[in-house]
């Protein structure tokens, strides 16, 4: 018999989706160039060279058979030697390859976390805003996600609030930093508090509450923010990876889970992923795309540009009398919309060509959030069609 | 907290990753070719040129951004297209691109459709010998496998067996032809009757009981076997398909589910795929594979190396006495070991340097399986090997 809850799942339409293919229809209409499509999180810049060059070289240098093989069901060691040693050159950890698990993206790694840290049943809390994908990554898992209002002055994070929602049966919190949608990043004294509360917490319970850390945006920050790495601050951390953003690689599926080596469990947590796998038929990412990425892992695509595309925006929101906090990474942007109704707000801006997303799917309702991946020259393009939005809609 | 579940699991080591650590650790001492390591089944023959091509086509030609973009959720278009014209030349089929669901190989594959037919709790049954990740495939899912007894003479299906154990719990039973271990194919024959057998009881318990194929051997099927398209004969089958060993890319992770049109749920199975994957975080396979993949799809590495083996390995099985079943097709081969004891008997073995599997952990005590994807040279040396050890130890 057909499975009756996914089926019921189809019905739900995904916003974004729905947008960006409105938005590739009306570029049919008047040419695409005319459509200030701010709706999708695609990367917008080149990937490196030195990684295409890899793929290359592999592929007419090495024997078709160990290129293509299977790869260990752990990973391929080249490739978690490789991501270890890049880590903690940059962060001062002191991962080993035993303490990194490869994943098809931070999706796959996500799903691997919650997993380790959880049995069925219990709950993980999220701080709105947050990635609307994170929900059916934790009730796969068989558990609750609770969503920590957020702190809208700063988008750091709702101590208050925090502390109220954990309970015994939170056995994992995960953070997004920097963050999708609101584009900011944790900063020092965060992170600290953070891991205090944790700390407090998993000595008033008895058990561990993990730190489960989404950071596909770490590598882009923004000149001036204070943006550390996560699991510096608390041991019990598996920081989840997708080189889809830095590298632009989304389609290619690749990441993986980072255990902090004093973590509770550092010694099973990687085994334990391969155990995962089998149940979800994950298997190992791409063999080729790991050993590509091992050459490159340290690098990143020019994301120059985001940070470019950021400051015309943030001005123009700012002139334009817009609520907005300055992003410290990624490439989106969360103001507040000029009506109560961020659905309304955005519905009268695609009146203008201008295709935004309301954050209410985020958890930031009022809020809209704009992908500023594109190019510089769209968004100044974009900035005037703004401005005249504004002037004759909202004055 | 960890999960105790998964942690549990790390105990048990698999006898066949044993085995080849074995050899590898024994070729170190004596050299590889001297080692006959008939472990495992990574696929013994090269990639075809035409997918190398391709791929260095791809990399050197096609935007980045495009080329390592996300893919729809569903699947690339022309990968979807590719492989539904392929499936309808070659087996009267007429599938579109809607019917076909990219997925990380056969084990991606297997746990999405175990997924879209079942809920917890619910059966699946499999059929001895069968392959032994199985087992959290379809446990994953939250559902529970249990195994028919195997029709030892033949390697058919025992259809007493299945018929017994078919109660209302059943929700779908999983096939597996060409069949690791034995290198079985069901024939004509044994599909009318299987499928006579399904729509009997479904209409007998009131819910379609759904038989999902497991096929990644499809494509090495050796001379005069009868080994059909299993979902010609019967609609509601879902077709689970990796190109792991007819392109020789086990370590690429590239497969499908393929969704007969007319089976109950057609139109919404692949969509529900989507939905099941956003919980595994499967997500769609690699990018670059899967535009690769579209265009070498109708075709295969050169296969024909594992017939030859076979034959090699069959008649000196006979000639030696062995009780053994012809394979028809796979590149494994599963005798009657010469005492009671399997483990016994592969134990023996390894002092001879052969390295074989103990059926055990497939569901067949008492037969060892034989994977004969290495070069024929090497087994034309291990059959002497053989003789010797039959010889001294069982004569």
Redesign the interface.
């Known amino acids: ?7 019921s ?2 019905g739900a339409k995904s916003v974004i989706r729905e947008l960006s293919e409105y938005a590739t229809a009306r570029g049919k209409e008047i040419g695409y160039e005319n459509v200030f499509d701010f709706s999708l999180g ?6 490196p060279r030195e990684f ?1 060059d890899e ?2 070289r592999l ?2 240098e090495e024997d ?2 160990t ?5 260990p069901s752990l990973g391929n060691a080249m490739y978690k030697e490789a991501i270890a040693r890049s880590l903690n050159e940059r962060f001062g950890m002191n991962y080993g390859p035993e303490h990194i698990f490869p ?3 931070a ?6 976390a919650v ?5 069925p049943g219990d709950e993980v809390l999220a701080f709105a805003p947050y990635f609307p ?1 994170y929900g ?2 934790i ?3 068989g558990c609750e996600l609770r969503v920590v209002p957020a702190d809208m002055s700063s988008f750091q994070i709702n101590f208050e609030a925090l502390s109220e929602m954990i309970s015994d049966k939170v ?1 994992a919190v995960l953070v997004n930093t920097p963050n999708n949608p609101s584009g900011i990043a944790y900063n020092t004294q965060t992170l600290e508090k953070l891991s205090s509360i944790l700390k407090e917490k998993s000595a008033e319970y008895g ?2 509450i993990f730190l489960l850390s989404d950071e596909p945006y770490r590598e882009i920050v923004f000149e001036g923010a204070d943006a550390p790495y996560v699991s510096r601050f608390y041991d019990n951390t598996l920081s989840c990876y997708s080189f889809s953003k830095s590298l ?7 990441g993986y889970v980072a255990v902090n080596p004093a973590c ?2 550092a010694d ?2 990687v ?2 992923c391969g ?2 796998s ?12 790991q050993q590509a990425v091992a050459k490159v892992c340290g690098m990143t695509a020019d994301l120059s540009v985001y940070e470019t595309n950021m400051n015309i925006i943030y001005d123009t929101l700012m002139d334009l009398g817009f609520t907005v906090v300055k992003p410290g990474g990624t490439f989106y942007i969360m103001p507040k919309a000029l009506e109560e109704s961020a659905v309304e707000f955005c519905r009268k801006a695609k009146n203008y060509d201008l295709i935004f997303v309301p954050a209410d799917g985020f958890g930031a309702p009022g809020y809209f959030r704009m992908a500023y991946c594109i190019d510089t020259e769209k968004v100044e393009r974009a900035m005037v069609k703004l401005r005249q939005f504004v002037q004759e809609v909202y004055r």
């Open positions: 018999m057909i499975n009756e809850t996914y089926k799942m189809l695609n990367p917008s810049v080149e990937v295409t793929m290359i592929l007419q078709t058979m290129l293509h093989g299977y790869t994943t098809t993206g999706a796959g790694a996500i799903s691997h997993r380790e840290v959880t049995k994908e059916p990554y009730t796969g898992a056995m058990h561990t632009s690689l989304p389609g290619e599926r690749i509770e469990g099973v947590i085994p334990m155990q995962i089998r149940g979800t038929g994950h298997n190992c990412p791409p063999s080729i795309i």
